[in-house]
C-alpha cells in the first residue's frame, strides 16, 4: 500500500503562488498526477509526469500557470501554481500508477494510489 504525505495547500491572494508537494517512499517507480475536485464538480487530472520524468502533461486550462516536476532522489513530486484564480479554489490530490507507458495520462481512471487531498483556496 503506497502512502504519500501531501503539503503545501492554504488560503492565497488571486494572483499568488503555491507549491504544492507530494512525498512518498520508492516515488520514481510511479507515473505521478495532481488532480483537483472543486465543490460539486468532477475531479479532473491538471498535470502528470512519467516516472523517469520525461514526459509532462498539463491540463488546457492550467498551462502557462501550473508546473510539475519531480525529485525522485528526495521521493517528491512538485505543483508549482503560479497567477493563482478563484476558480482554482479546490481540494488536490496526488495520484500514482505503476503503470509503465511512453507518456503520462491526466485519465482518473490510471491511476491506482491516491492521497488524502490539500485544500487550495483563493480569495480576496
Known amino acids: 500500500h503506497l502512502q504519500f504525505v501531501e503539503s503545501g495547500g492554504g488560503l492565497v491572494q488571486p494572483g499568488g503562488s503555491l507549491r504544492l508537494s507530494c512525498a512518498a517512499p520508492?516515488?520514481?517507480?510511479?507515473?505521478v498526477a495532481w488532480f483537483r475536485q472543486a465543490p460539486g464538480k468532477e475531479r479532473e487530472g491538471v498535470a502528470c509526469?512519467?516516472?523517469?520524468?520525461?514526459?509532462?502533461d498539463y491540463r488546457d486550462s492550467v498551462k502557462g500557470r501550473f508546473t510539475i516536476s519531480r525529485d525522485n532522489a528526495k521521493n517528491t513530486v512538485y505543483l508549482q501554481i503560479n497567477n493563482l484564480k478563484p476558480e482554482d479554489t479546490a481540494v488536490y490530490y496526488c495520484?500514482?500508477?505503476?503503470?509503465?507507458?511512453?507518456?503520462?495520462?491526466?485519465?482518473?481512471?490510471?491511476?491506482?494510489?491516491w492521497g488524502q487531498g490539500t485544500q487550495v483556496t483563493v480569495s480576496s
Open positions: 495520484a500514482a500508477t505503476g503503470l509503465k507507458a511512453g507518456r503520462c495520462l491526466l485519465g482518473r481512471q490510471v491511476y491506482d494510489y
Open positions: 520508492g516515488w520514481d517507480y510511479y507515473t
Open positions: 509526469i512519467l516516472d523517469s520524468g520525461r514526459d509532462i
